[in-house]
């Protein structure tokens, strides 16, 4: 039981590269997108602290991410306009403590409306289909 005042450990964040390869490896190569991704991929990798946010259990768009974290894509920016994309990871038992598993990578808000969401695309890794 963690002690008062004190923070909890830091929860690792893992990239299967499967799953990677699904949601990454789609996007042109030399794409903004797929280079912010790899940018954030790197610098989580590399020990950069992280904010995290939860996301909606269920969403007025049909998605249910329940226990999710988003991360804004770039890394510590804010806003659509900051940080178009995002990272949605789900929590796995890793060993004998947890882990932070990447499910889902994409726009968070896309101008074009027949492209998917983070959050959908999220939906979709969870539940077999988009919402």
């Not at 990454?24 to 610098?43: D, F, I, K, N």
């Not at 989580?44 to 999710?68: H, M, N, W, Y």
Request: with cysteine; aromatic share 10%; net charge neutral.
């Amino acid at each position: 039981m963690p002690q008062a005042g004190k923070e909890p450990p830091e929860i690792a964040f893992v990239f299967a590269e499967a799953t990677w390869s699904q949601e990454v490896g789609r996007l042109r190569e030399r794409s903004p997108a797929r280079a912010q991704a790899e940018r954030a991929r790197r610098e989580i990798e590399e020990g950069s602290s992280v904010q995290r946010f939860k996301c909606k259990a269920e969403g007025d768009d049909g998605t249910r991410l329940p226990g999710c974290i988003k991360v804004y894509v770039p890394l510590g920016r804010q806003g659509a306009s900051e940080a178009p994309y995002g990272f949605v990871f789900q929590v796995i038992q890793r060993g004998e403590g947890l882990a932070w598993a990447f499910i889902a990578f994409g726009e968070r808000h896309p101008d074009d409306p027949d492209e998917r969401t983070v959050y959908e695309r999220a939906h979709k890794g969870l539940h077999g289909r988009y919402p």
